[in-house]
């Protein structure tokens, strides 16, 4: 059996590369939709989304995961020079346990809906190393996280210039019972 969701879902990869063009208004505006559309425990909508395009901003931020990783210097390994990274935060005091979960579904539809329009993403936990660092409250004031919400997850958003071949899943994955 096959459809369009299903075949998105196969066909998504995270994409570690990207074109410098900016996202136009309409994908972002697409891709945000897309987000607060996905389900949350109970409706709350535990979320925030702060949509990062300044490329100082982002290269710093960069700069100082590359420096608590000991990495090179100067190379984003952290966005792969995606134009546009959507920090998602969420209360501190989360309105369900499962908050942290709502907001990888709303990253996981974000990734769906670039896939669907052309466009590239990799989700991304690693942004939580500088939000834990000294500079993390630096970053939720430029990111303009709201008073009382802390970093969950992000996604990097773009054309992509390079991809991938799925990978391999597992065996032994799936019980039935």
Same mark, same amino acid.
């Given at each position: 059996?096959?459809?369009?969701?299903?075949? *998105?879902?196969?066909?998504?990869?995270?994409?570690?590369?990207?074109?410098?063009?900016?996202?136009?208004?309409?994908?972002?505006?697409?891709?945000?939709?897309?987000?607060?559309?996905?389900?949350?425990?109970?409706?709350?909508?535990?979320?925030?989304?702060?949509?990062?395009?300044?490329?100082?901003?982002?290269?710093?931020?960069?700069?100082?995961?590359?420096?608590?990783?000991?990495?090179?210097?100067?190379?984003?390994?952290?966005?792969?020079?995606?134009?546009?990274?959507?920090?998602?935060?969420? +209360?501190?005091?989360?309105?369900?346990?499962?908050?942290?979960?709502?907001?990888?579904?709303?990253?996981?539809?974000?990734?769906? *809906?670039?896939?669907?329009?052309?466009?590239?993403?990799?989700?991304?936990?690693? +942004?939580?190393?500088?939000?834990?660092?000294?500079?993390?409250?630096?970053?939720?004031? *430029?990111?303009?996280?709201?008073?009382?919400?802390?970093?969950?997850? *992000?996604?990097?958003?773009?054309?992509?210039?390079?991809?991938?071949?799925?990978?391999?899943?597992?065996?032994?994955?799936?019980?039935?019972?």
């Amino acid at each position: 059996m096959t459809n369009a969701v299903l075949q *998105a879902i196969a066909d998504r990869r995270s994409n570690r590369g990207y074109a410098p063009r900016q996202l136009t208004e309409e994908e972002l505006g697409a891709i945000l939709t897309a987000a607060v559309q996905a389900p949350s425990a109970r409706n709350t909508q535990p979320w925030h989304f702060s949509v990062v395009q300044n490329a100082a901003l982002l290269k710093e931020f960069s700069d100082d995961y590359n420096a608590l990783q000991k990495a090179d210097p100067g190379r984003d390994i952290l966005f792969f020079e995606a134009p546009t990274v959507v920090f998602i935060s969420t +209360p501190i005091e989360a309105p369900t346990k499962f908050s942290q979960i709502d907001c990888g579904i709303a990253a996981q539809n974000m990734a769906l *809906a670039a896939h669907s329009i052309g466009l590239g993403s990799v989700i991304l936990g690693r +942004p939580m190393d500088v939000f834990k660092s000294a500079k993390g409250p630096h970053y939720e004031q *430029a990111f303009g996280f709201p008073e009382g919400y802390t970093f969950a997850i *992000a996604v990097a958003l773009g054309e992509p210039t390079l991809t991938k071949e799925a990978h391999v899943v597992r065996e032994g994955l799936v019980t039935r019972v």
